[in-house]
C-alpha cells in the first residue's frame, strides 16, 4: 500500500490533494470519502476518530485549525510516526500559504492551487514514512521533524564566516548547507522550532542547484501569518548558503556580499564538502565492529546518520548489508526505541502539549536489539539519543563498551560544532 496523505477541508469534505508514496496506486475518491464521512459521523455523535489499524495498516486522522482534516494511511507504520507525519505535513502547508488562508479559505479552488507547490517537500516528507522497503534513496528527509547535519573539521572555520556572511545581508536567520547537510548556521537559526529547520532545509534541497533564489515563506510556528524571504546562493557545487530576510536587501545585492564574503573560503569549502557521505570527519576512526551510527538531539531538532566505511571491507556481515539497508536499518530501530527514549517536541500548535511530556522516571538510557545478521544498540545521553548498528559477532557487553566510546569521540572535539 505505502504511504497516502489526503487533505480535505473539514467544513464541506471537499478534497483538497492527496500524495501517495509507494507502488500502490492513489485512493479512489469514494475511499477517501468514506474515510473522512466515517470521522465526520463520529464528530457529529461527540466522538473524536484519531487513529484505527488492522494487521496490515495504520489510519490517522487530525484536524487542524478546525479548518483542515488530514489522513494518512500507510503499512507497517505505526500511529506515532503517522501523526508526526500529518503534524510536518500541516506545517509545510503553511509555510507555503500562511496560516490565514488555511484557517478561512475564501476558495477551496484557488487554494488547491496555492497547494501544489508544497507537493515536492511534501513527497520528501512521505518518505520518512515509507517502510515498505519501496527503493527509496537515503536523503535528508529520512527523520520527520529534524534537520541532517554534518561534522567537519572546518565548522569552526565556516561558523565564523556564516555569522559574518549573516550580518552583512542584515539576517539573524543564516545556515550554510553541503550536499543537503547543514554544516553550520547562526545562533538564532537553531532557536527556530524543528520543524521549521527541517522544512527550510527541505525547501533549498528541492529548489535545486541555482545559482540564486528568492522565496516567499512563512514560518509555521515563529511567523505563521506574516511572511520571510528565503534567500538562497549557490556558492560551489552541492554547497549554498542560505538565510531568512525582510523586505530588504535585494537578491541582487545578496549576491554581490556572498561573492564578496566567499571567494576567499573556496578551498575550506571543497574541504569541507569531503566529510560527504560519512557526514564526520576521517580523523574519526570507529570501531570495525560498527556498521553505521545514528545520532538524534531532539532538542535542537538535529541528526547524523553515518555508515562506517572501515567495515565496508571487513566482515562478512558487513559486506552482506548494502550502505542503503544500514542506514534504513538505523532508521527503523530508531522508530522503535524513540518513544521509550525520547519526549518529542511538541507540535507548536498542538493543545495537547502538556499531556504528551512523561516524567522523567519513565525515561530508559539503553537498549538493543538482535538479529541473525546485525544488532542494534541505543544509548541515551542527556538530551541526544546514539544509536549504533553492529555485526552480529559482536557480543552485548562489548556493545555498550564501543557505543560509549564512539560517543565520547563525537563529543570530544569542540571545533566540530555539534
Request: charged share 20%; aromatic share 6%; hydrophobic share 40%.
Amino acid at each position: 500500500m505505502g504511504v497516502h496523505v489526503m487533505c480535505l477541508t473539514t467544513s464541506g469534505g471537499l478534497p483538497l490533494f492527496t500524495r501517495k508514496r509507494g507502488d500502490s496506486e492513489l485512493l479512489p475518491f469514494s475511499v477517501v470519502a468514506s474515510l473522512n464521512g466515517v470521522h465526520m459521523f463520529g464528530k457529529s455523535q461527540s466522538v473524536i476518530l484519531r487513529s484505527t489499524a488492522t494487521q496490515e495498516t495504520t489510519v490517522v486522522w487530525r484536524v487542524m485549525e478546525d479548518s483542515v482534516t488530514l489522513i494518512a494511511a500507510a503499512c507497517g507504520a505505526n500511529e506515532m510516526l503517522l501523526d508526526q507525519l500529518l503534524t510536518s505535513v500541516f506545517h509545510a502547508m503553511v509555510l507555503a500559504v500562511g496560516i490565514d488562508e488555511l484557517r478561512s479559505p475564501r476558495n477551496a479552488e484557488r487554494l488547491k492551487r496555492e497547494l501544489r507547490v508544497c507537493y515536492p517537500i511534501l513527497d520528501r516528507l512521505l518518505e520518512c514514512a515509507d517502510t515498505t522497503g519501496s527503493d527509496r534513496a537515503v536523503t535528508c528527509s529520512d527523520l520527520l521533524g529534524l534537520v541532517e547535519i554534518m561534522l567537519c573539521q572546518e565548522n569552526h572555520l565556516l561558523q565564523s564566516l556564516v555569522d559574518a556572511w549573516a550580518e552583512c545581508v542584515d539576517s539573524l536567520y543564516g545556515f550554510l548547507l553541503i550536499r543537503g547537510r547543514v554544516a553550520v548556521a547562526t545562533s538564532s537559526w537553531w532557536q527556530l522550532h524543528p520543524e521549521e529547520k527541517k522544512l527550510l532545509a527541505l525547501l533549498v534541497a528541492v529548489e535545486g542547484t541555482c545559482t540564486a533564489c528568492d522565496i516567499p515563506v512563512f514560518l509555521p510556528c515563529r511567523s505563521p501569518a506574516v511572511p520571510f524571504r528565503l534567500v538562497v546562493c549557490g556558492l560551489v557545487g552541492g554547497i549554498q548558503i542560505c538565510a531568512l530576510c525582510g523586505p530588504s536587501p535585494p537578491l541582487t545585492e545578496i549576491e554581490h556580499v556572498s561573492i564578496q564574503c566567499w571567494k576567499g573560503a573556496i578551498d575550506i569549502l571543497r574541504a569541507a564538502e569531503q566529510c560527504c557521505p560519512r557526514n564526520f570527519p576521517p580523523s574519526i576512526q570507529l570501531d570495525t565492529g560498527v556498521m553505521g551510527l545514528l545520532w538524534v538531539d531532539r532538542q535542537t531538532g538535529k541528526f547524523l546518520l553515518s555508515r562506517n566505511q572501515r567495515a565496508d571491507a571487513g566482515k562478512k556481515e558487513a559486506r552482506s548489508l548494502s550502505g542503503a539497508h544500514r542506514l534504513d536499518v538505523l532508521r527503523t530501530f530508531h522508530h522503535q526505541v524513540a518513544t521509550t527514549f525520547m519526549d518529542y517536541s511538541p507540535d507548536c500548535s498542538s493543545e495537547e502539549a502538556t499531556a504528551s511530556k512523561r516524567p522523567a522516571t519513565s525515561v530508559a538510557l539503553e537498549t538493543y536489539w538482535c538479529s541473525e545478521y546485525h544488532k542494534c544498540h541505543a544509548l541515551r545521553h542527556g538530551t541526544t539519543l546514539l544509536c549504533v548498528l553492529y555485526a552480529s559477532a559482536v557480543p552485548i557487553h562489548t556493545m555498550r563498551l564501543i557505543t560509549r566510546r564512539t560517543l565520547k569521540f563525537l563529543t570530544a572535539d569542540k571545533q566540530l560544532c555539534w
